[in-house]
């Protein structure tokens, strides 16, 4: 009779530890998404999602709104606005709106990693205009715009025509004096969310747009790449545009670089790129082994051409978003670079592009 006494009661207590534990899931607010923008005032605005458990709630999400001189603080007026504890050990994206990322913001992303209860995979993301109205917009059918983001963002990842940034890559680019760091752009096109290309960072300050449709042959010059997709118009063929769709892309790079004395450097990029046409728009009848060959020097000749005006605007605004300065610190000594003033000498550089492309197969065009 005592041992049934006694585990009657070990059974109370678990069945009331669980509710307890019901209890304060429920008292939390796990933010999801969080945007950033800088005010006129020098002040951070923060806006904060929160998804609402509660099946029978009309609404999905309560947004928090804060005016705040740090992150830090801005939870602090969360706390006031709502009766749920707030947390943010869920936070999955990062939104940065433009004039904040062009004033920088590497404090405030040291700040988030800071926190251990925030995740070094959340990723960041540039917003074109103001972030924390783009997160505060309701667009249908989609009941969390913060959710949307981040699934949008992960599919077109897949294809590498944006970078998956995230806080730890960012940080790690960002104090890293052979490269710098880049991130994803999304906008406000009304109905909907665009992906309007990548964000490139000097030091921790957006300074340059790559448009969405030249995503993919800055990934390739970037990394190697085992997935991907790429669109090349290769002019007009008897007054149409001839389009190839290239899918299921892998790529290699190499880099070398060269000294040419006096602190001049000229850096080759190579890149190897294989894959599969999907479309192809032209005359031409690919089943011919010379119009292949034909269509691979043509498509090889419009992403180089494309790669090279990319590094000249780069070289422009000084952002060594490839990491060049990578191969050309391990070229050197330690003193030799340290005493080497590579944002300056950067723009200088002569960099060719060099791309070799594949066809793989062709499915059924004859």
């Not at 304060?24 to 929160?50: A, I, R, W």
């Not at 991130?183 to 406000?188: F, N, S, T």
């Not at 545009?241 to 450097?265: A, C, D, N, Q, T």
């Amino acid at each position: 009779m005592g041992k049934l006494r006694f585990v009657a009661v070990v059974l109370l207590l678990l069945l009331n530890g669980c509710k307890k534990d019901e209890r304060v899931l429920e008292d939390l607010g796990m933010v999801q998404t969080s945007s950033y923008d800088l005010l006129e005032n020098k002040k951070l605005k923060v806006v904060s999602s929160v998804p609402v458990i509660d099946p029978d709630s009309p609404v999905h999400r309560e947004l928090l709104t804060a005016e705040s001189d740090s992150i830090k603080e801005a939870r602090l007026l969360f706390s006031r606005q709502t009766d749920l504890l707030v947390v943010s050990g869920q936070l999955r994206d990062t939104l940065f709106g433009t004039t904040l990322a062009q004033a920088g913001i590497g404090d405030h992303i040291d700040t988030l990693l800071r926190d251990p209860s925030t995740a070094l995979g959340v990723r960041v993301t540039i917003v074109e205009g103001d972030a924390g109205e783009l997160l505060s917009k309701n667009f249908k059918p989609h009941s969390d715009t913060g959710r949307y983001i981040t699934h949008l963002l992960e599919k077109e990842s897949v294809s590498n025509s944006i970078p998956t940034t995230t806080l730890y890559e960012f940080s790690r680019d960002y104090n890293d004096d052979g490269i710098d760091a880049a991130a994803p752009i999304v906008k406000d096109a009304g109905t909907k969310v665009n992906i309007e290309g990548i964000a490139l960072f000097k030091m921790d300050k957006y300074v340059m747009k790559i448009p969405a449709e030249d995503g993919i042959i800055f990934a390739l010059f970037r990394e190697d790449l085992n997935q991907g997709e790429m669109t090349v118009n290769l002019g007009e063929e008897n007054g149409k545009p001839v389009i190839v769709m290239y899918s299921s892309l892998s790529s290699k790079r190499k880099v070398k670089v060269h000294k040419l004395g006096e602190g001049r450097f000229k850096a080759d990029i190579s890149i190897s790129v294989q894959g599969s046409v999907l479309e192809y728009t032209g005359e031409e009848k690919l089943s011919d082994p010379g119009t292949r060959h034909k269509l691979e020097e043509e498509i090889s000749k419009s992403v180089t051409d494309t790669a090279q005006e990319i590094i000249r605007q780069m070289q422009q605004v000084k952002t060594d978003a490839l990491g060049i300065g990578r191969y050309v610190r391990n070229s050197l000594s330690y003193r030799e670079w340290t005493s080497l003033n590579w944002r300056e000498v950067y723009p200088q550089i002569e960099v060719e592009c060099h791309a070799k492309v594949i066809i793989k197969d062709y499915g059924k065009y004859s």
